[in-house]
Nanobody, 122 residues
Framework: QVQLAESGGGLVQAGGSLRLSCASS????????MGWFRQAPGKEREFVAA????????YYADSVKGRFTISRDATKNTVYLQMNSLKPEDSAVYYC???????????????WGQGTQVTVSS
C-alpha cells in the first residue's frame, strides 16, 4: 500500500557527501520501519541501514558504520540517508524499503522504491 520514491543520488568524488531521501505516500508512515539497501552491478543486494518506526533504534552495516546516518521525519513522511566520506565501493543503486512495525536488518521488507544511483569516483 505504501509507495516509496528515492531521490538525491548522483555523481560525487571520493571523500564527498550525499544525502538520499525517501518520500512515502501513506498516512501511516509512523507505523513502518524503514531500511536502505544497495546493489552494485554483478553483486547481490545488501543491507545498508535501518530505523525503527519511532526512530529510536538504528542499525548499520559494518561497511558504512561511522560514515552513514539514517534518520526520519514523521512530519514529512520521509526517511534520509546521510552519506559522508564516500568511497568508490559505495557506488551502487540505493533502494528504500518499508515494512510494518518491527525493524529488521534482513531483506524482509514488503515495499520497495525504484532506486537512485550513487556513483563515487576515485
Amino acid at each position: 500500500q505504501v509507495q516509496l520514491a528515492e531521490s538525491g543520488g548522483g555523481l560525487v568524488q571520493a571523500g564527498g557527501s550525499l544525502r538520499l531521501s525517501c518520500a512515502s505516500s501513506g498516512r501511516t508512515f509512523s507505523t513502518y520501519a524503514m531500511g536502505w539497501f544497495r546493489q552494485a552491478p554483478g553483486k547481490e543486494r545488501e543491507f545498508v541501514a535501518a530505523i525503527s518506526m519511532s526512530g529510536g533504534t538504528t542499525y548499520y552495516a559494518d561497511s558504512v558504520k561511522g560514515r552513514f546516518t539514517i534518520s526520519r521525519d514523521a512530519t514529512k513522511n520521509t526517511v534520509y540517508l546521510q552519506m559522508n566520506s564516500l568511497k568508490p565501493e559505495d557506488s551502487a543503486v540505493y533502494y528504500c524499503a518499508a515494512r510494518r512495525f518491527r525493524v529488521v536488518t534482513t531483506q524482509d521488507y514488503s515495499s520497495w522504491g525504484q532506486g537512485t544511483q550513487v556513483t563515487v569516483s576515485s
